[in-house]
């Protein structure tokens, strides 16, 4: 069975509210551009193997194009499929959650509601498994708050999952997924300064192999990149990303994601893998 992942096609994409520090200043957003870098993400993870799911976008939601952060998606041995609504900061973004836990209901997936009260939680910007799914880690700080992480860990911790919570530091690196990508159960790529000192060394501590994105390249989405059968699909490259791919075992495909990132989101945003 290929992986499954879902995405949602770019129709109603556009940059209105600032959000992160990517979205200040005036951003026109090339449509037709937009579109063939949706498309060009679609094939490239096609190529790679993966089966293509889409939710439809839905009007007034111009942020519905990244799947990753409205639900959390797991699997639980004898919960099966599951998943945790998010609460997300931005009201803007607050109505794209519904949409996404009907197309995941519908689907067969458990709904785990956690509690959030006033926190945030926001899906896979900030909570990304370890590639056995033997704990997760989870940023907190700019979107997800420390006590909407820990209520998400009491949660977890009934389905006797580990959550590792990661204080985040830098505003450009405002979600755990531009600064932490899992490349294997061994190697992961952070950006160091996206992180407070002791989440920093937990980090180095549970890590075999730690690889180092420079300021440049995280703050140009190097680190939020998908990994899918022995690829990794990034929006850029540099020699020094490309020599740690290759140490990894890992080939390099670019695909551009320019529209996007003016948004504050690259390729990782833009999916969520499906158990
Ligand atoms: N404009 C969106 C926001 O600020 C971008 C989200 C990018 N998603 C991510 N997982 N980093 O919410």
């Given at each position: 069975?290929?992986?499954?992942?879902?995405?949602?096609?770019?129709?109603?994409?556009?940059?209105?509210?600032?959000?992160?520090?990517?979205?200040?200043?005036?951003?026109?957003?090339?449509?037709?551009?937009?579109?063939?870098?949706?498309?060009?993400?679609?094939?490239?993870?096609?190529?790679?193997?993966?089966?293509?799911?889409?939710?439809?976008?839905?009007?007034?939601?111009?942020?519905?194009?990244?799947?990753?952060?409205?639900?959390?998606?797991?699997?639980?041995?004898?919960?099966?499929?599951?998943?945790?609504?998010?609460?997300?900061?931005?009201?803007?973004?607050?109505?794209?959650?519904?949409?996404?836990?009907?197309?995941?209901?519908?689907?067969g997936f458990k709904i785990v509601e956690v509690d959030l009260g006033?926190?945030?939680?926001?899906?896979?910007?900030?909570?990304?498994?370890?590639?056995?799914?033997?704990?997760?880690?989870?940023?907190?700080?700019?979107?997800?708050?420390?006590?909407?992480?820990?209520?998400?860990?009491?949660?977890?911790?009934?389905?006797?999952?580990?959550?590792?919570?990661?204080?985040?530091?830098?505003?450009?690196?405002?979600?755990?997924?531009?600064?932490?990508?899992?490349?294997?159960?061994?190697?992961?790529?952070?950006?160091?300064?996206?992180?407070?000192?002791?989440?920093?060394?937990?980090?180095?501590?549970?890590?075999?192999?730690?690889?180092?994105?420079?300021?440049?390249?995280?703050?140009?989405?190097?680190?939020?990149?998908?990994?899918?059968?022995?690829?990794?699909?990034?929006?850029?490259?540099?020699?020094?990303?490309?020599?740690?791919?290759?140490?990894?075992?890992?080939?390099?495909?670019?695909?551009e994601s320019s529209e996007f990132e003016k948004s504050?989101?690259?390729?990782?945003?833009?999916?969520?893998?499906?158990?």
């Amino acid at each position: 069975m290929p992986t499954q992942v879902l995405l949602c096609p770019p129709t109603h994409f556009d940059v209105i509210d600032q959000k992160n520090p990517y979205m200040v200043g005036k951003h026109s957003i090339d449509r037709t551009k937009a579109r063939q870098q949706w498309q060009a993400l679609c094939s490239a993870l096609q190529d790679a193997g993966c089966q293509v799911e889409t939710i439809a976008p839905a009007p007034g939601h111009e942020d519905m194009v990244f799947a990753a952060n409205q639900v959390f998606v797991g699997f639980h041995k004898s919960l099966g499929k599951f998943i945790v609504p998010s609460r997300m900061l931005h009201p803007s973004r607050q109505g794209e959650v519904p949409f996404y836990v009907d197309w995941y209901r519908g689907r067969g997936f458990k709904i785990v509601e956690v509690d959030l009260g006033d926190d945030y939680l926001e899906g896979h910007g900030d909570l990304l498994w370890h590639p056995d799914c033997s704990r997760i880690y989870a940023g907190y700080g700019f979107r997800s708050t420390k006590i909407g992480v820990e209520k998400f860990s009491r949660a977890m911790s009934k389905l006797e999952i580990p959550v590792i919570p990661l204080h985040l530091v830098d505003p450009y690196c405002y979600h755990l997924d531009t600064c932490f990508c899992p490349l294997s159960n061994a190697a992961v790529l952070i950006y160091p300064g996206a992180y407070a000192p002791e989440s920093l060394a937990a980090l180095r501590s549970l890590w075999e192999r730690v690889h180092e994105l420079t300021t440049d390249e995280a703050h140009k989405f190097m680190g939020n990149g998908i990994v899918a059968n022995g690829r990794y699909l990034t929006p850029h490259i540099t020699p020094h990303l490309d020599s740690i791919l290759r140490q990894e075992g890992l080939a390099p495909v670019i695909v551009e994601s320019s529209e996007f990132e003016k948004s504050g989101g690259s390729l990782f945003c833009m999916k969520a893998f499906l158990p």
